[in-house]
């Protein structure tokens, strides 16, 4: 598929944002030429609401806007044919659906408040992170905002000890749902390909599992701090976290961002 920079379709984005990667793997795993245009937290509504939309992931495609990840995925889907990350069978489309809200809806806010409650402390490191590849003023805009960044972070996710500790209780019990699904020998979640649910699954995984081929921008494992790293390689080593970082290692191969 060729696309003129015209039609070439832009990527919003926030460097270390999970939803990003989500669909930002499913333009890479497509094969559908796009520009990301990453941002900065606070600085990314400017982007978003132009664009008609609050949150990043926003995809912009011609005279279209895509505001919501899943429909990014499904939108991207279509444009390359179909039935790729979106089965044609309709009870399978039905089962990658349902799966791919209830990561949206549960395993997504969980694995954010918890990673989230355990860098807050480490100001430096999350700069780092959320200013890779943003442009140079917001980058330089950063350092200012930080302090107003943390606390609206802290405020908007309602990031407590008590609130921390029960998102990672909830990642276990979804990582546990996921071994038992995973425990017939399945080697996806639905069906017997890849799909949008175990892309999804993975995706949102990632900020409790620092997964290596994961294109959002993380702190090294060995940087975090020593609680976080510790729940990481104890997640990692389930059987759910097996299956996501061999989701990376297979199915997370090449990029197809136009820089
Ligand atoms: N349902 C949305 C959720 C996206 C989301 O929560 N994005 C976060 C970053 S991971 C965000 O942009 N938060 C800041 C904001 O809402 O302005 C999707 O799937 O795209």
């Not at 598929?1 to 930002?24: D, G």
């Not at 606070?42 to 005279?63: C, E, I, K, Q």
């Not at 890849?194 to 990632?206: E, M, S, V």
């Not at 702190?219 to 976290?241: K, N, Q, Y």
Request: net charge neutral; aromatic share 8%.
């Amino acid at each position: 598929m060729t696309h003129s920079s015209a039609t070439l379709p832009v990527l919003i984005t926030m460097p270390h944002s999970h939803y990003s990667e989500k669909a930002r793997w499913a333009l890479d795993w497509l094969s559908l030429p796009y520009r990301e245009e990453p941002h900065a937290p606070l600085l990314h509504r400017f982007a978003t609401t132009r664009n008609g939309g609050r949150s990043v992931p926003v995809l912009v495609h011609g005279a279209s806007r895509f505001v919501d990840s899943t429909d990014i995925l499904v939108h991207a889907d279509a444009v390359c044919g179909g039935d790729l990350l979106y089965p044609r069978d309709s009870a399978l489309r039905c089962a990658v659906e349902a799966l791919e809200e209830r990561f949206d809806d549960e395993l997504g806010p969980h694995t954010r408040r918890w990673a989230y409650a355990q860098l807050l402390p480490e100001s430096r490191l999350l700069r780092q992170v959320m200013t890779r590849g943003v442009p140079w003023f917001e980058a330089g805009l950063l350092p200012v905002g930080m302090p107003i960044v943390l606390r609206i972070v802290r405020a908007a996710l309602r990031i407590t000890p008590e609130s921390a500790r029960r998102s990672i209780e909830r990642v276990h019990g979804i990582f546990q749902e996921v071994d038992e699904w995973l425990n017939d020998g399945r080697p996806f979640l639905v069906g017997e390909r890849f799909t949008a649910a175990d892309l999804t699954f993975a995706a949102l995984a990632a900020p409790v599992l620092f997964p290596a081929g994961c294109r959002a921008a993380y702190p090294a494992l060995e940087e975090v701090p020593a609680a976080m790293r510790e729940e990481a390689l104890l997640l990692r080593d389930t059987g759910a976290g097996r299956f996501a970082l061999r989701l990376f290692s297979q199915e997370r191969a090449g990029s197809s961002a136009v820089a």
